[in-house]
């Protein structure tokens, strides 16, 4: 894997997140929540667990008084931040296998970069989701 790969990788990301427009609809995102907690709520009370029913009912009540769709938005963003930097980290300590030149580092590191890849495309689809259901 070449750093001029690399680089675009990283700032294709980072591209498609910044140019995300800022959301102002109803909260949707949050009524999706509290439409979830609420289906598991419903299974943990036929199934009677009690220390499920109430941390879930705390959880709803949270929801119901703190929750907006430009949190949910930054807690996506901070996500894809956060993914940004590993796969950062992990780039540099590829590189350095590369120049070290040890042939099981490397495919280490490689097979770590992937991973970390991947989870950053997770979410980033996740955060755009996110902004595509607030815009309809």
Not at 12 to 28: E, I
Not at 48 to 55: I, L, P
Not at 74 to 96: D, G, H, I, K, Y
């Amino acid at each position: 894997m070449n750093r001029k790969w690399l680089g675009c990788l990283s700032l294709a990301v980072t591209v498609g997140v910044v140019s995300l427009p800022a959301a102002h609809a109803a909260d949707r995102l949050c009524e999706d929540k509290m439409t979830v907690l609420r289906q598991q709520l419903e299974h943990a009370q036929e199934h009677d667990n009690q220390h499920r029913v109430r941390g879930l009912q705390r959880a709803l009540h949270s929801i119901e008084e703190h929750c907006t769709n430009e949190q949910v938005l930054a807690e996506a963003t901070e996500e894809v931040r956060e993914s940004q930097e590993e796969v950062r980290e992990r780039e540099l300590a590829l590189e350095e296998a590369l120049s070290e030149g040890d042939e099981d580092d490397i495919q280490k590191r490689r097979e770590k970069l992937a991973e970390e890849v991947r989870e950053l495309e997770e979410h980033t689809q996740e955060l755009n989701s996110l902004q595509r259901r607030i815009n309809e």
